[in-house]
């Protein structure tokens, strides 16, 4: 899995990261097996797109799957203060946020 791209490696965890047609703005969409859904915006660079993609990997691995709490590696590319490593942050706040958009087609 060392040479994989962080791509191959989540599809073949069975998260789904499709590229979709819905302008330029919007690049890739994670989708667990819940239903729980991630959109990628592309205006993330490549590298950041790259560590989202990784931590989404950690997420969907974890026992936060389908919940609103995620673990950010590098706590300065999303702007937010962690408290251990670890913070719950509301779908709303997310939503403002122009380099992640949260969306739970269920709800």
């Known amino acids: ?20 047609l819905l302008g330029k703005r ?3 969409i994670y989708a667990d097996l819940n239903g729980y859904q991630i959109v990628l915006n592309s205006m ?7 560590d989202t993609v990784h931590l989404l990997i950690k997420h969907h ?4 799957r389908g919940v609103e709490k995620i673990v950010y590696r590098d706590k300065l590319a999303f ?3 962690l408290l251990k490593g670890i913070d ?4 709303t706040f997310l939503n ?3 380099m992640l958009t949260f969306r739970n087609d269920k709800a």
């Open 61 to 64: 691995n974890s026992d936060l």
């Open 88 to 91: 719950q942050i509301n779908k």
């Open 79 to 81: 702007g937010f203060n």
């Open 26 to 28: 919007i690049v890739g």
């Open 96 to 98: 403002s946020l122009p």
């Open 1 to 20: 899995m060392m040479n994989e791209s962080p791509y191959e490696t989540a599809r073949k965890l069975g998260i789904t990261i499709d590229y979709c």
């Open 44 to 50: 993330m660079d490549n590298d950041r797109q790259e």
